[in-house]
């Protein structure tokens, strides 16, 4: 499995976007650095539906707005 995941930064609240096949590895790497907390993933069996997904998060607005709206609780 593939996943689309947002991380957010527990300090500053700023939000990671990302994709992986193996999201508790991921997860570990990032929180290395600072405190990251999974907020939010998304599974899919092709890697490229994943990338494709993540891409669309970080390059249209849109895309990520519309996920932003149904996440707004989980965002806080």
């Known amino acids: 499995m593939y996943y689309v995941y947002i991380l957010k930064n527990t ?3 700023e939000l ?3 994709y992986t096949n193996n999201i ?3 997860i570990a790497e990032h929180s290395r650095k600072q405190p990251q907390e999974l907020v939010y993933y998304e599974a899919y069996k ?3 539906d994943a990338r494709n997904r ?3 998060l970080k390059h249209h607005a ?4 519309a996920l932003k709206g ?4 989980s965002l806080k």
């Open 46 to 48: 092709s890697e490229s």
């Open 54 to 56: 993540e891409m669309k």
């Open 70 to 73: 149904r996440l707004s609780e």
């Open 16 to 18: 990671y976007y990302g």
């Open 11 to 13: 300090r500053t609240n």
């Open 24 to 26: 508790e590895r991921r």
């Open 62 to 65: 849109q895309a990520l707005t």
